[in-house]
């Protein structure tokens, strides 16, 4: 389970399956995300930070609240778009 408390743009506080509770902005690192959890800190982060040294900005390292987080508003846009086959 997933608990989302929107801040404001692009960030906001995860909580997935009652663990801690982290400040995600999805802004940062050219839009892949910064997390506050220590699997951010110690296995995404520094790979981020070396490719932007390096000017490479496609780089994808996520923890698992950033992804979470992208695969319920991903859901939640697609229970309000309009269908396709409805000419919306």
């Known amino acids: 389970m997933i608990n989302i408390e ?40 520094p790979l981020l930070e070396q490719a932007e040294e390096n000017g490479i900005l496609d780089v994808t390292s996520r923890c698992k609240h950033i992804r979470r987080l992208l695969f319920k508003l991903a859901d939640k846009s697609n229970l309000v778009a309009p269908s396709p086959l409805q000419g919306g």
């Open 6 to 45: 929107p801040l404001e743009e692009a960030r906001y506080h995860v909580q997935v399956d009652g663990g801690g509770k982290y400040l995600v902005d999805l802004a940062a690192y050219n839009h892949n995300g910064f997390c506050g959890c220590r699997d951010f800190e110690v296995r995404h982060q």
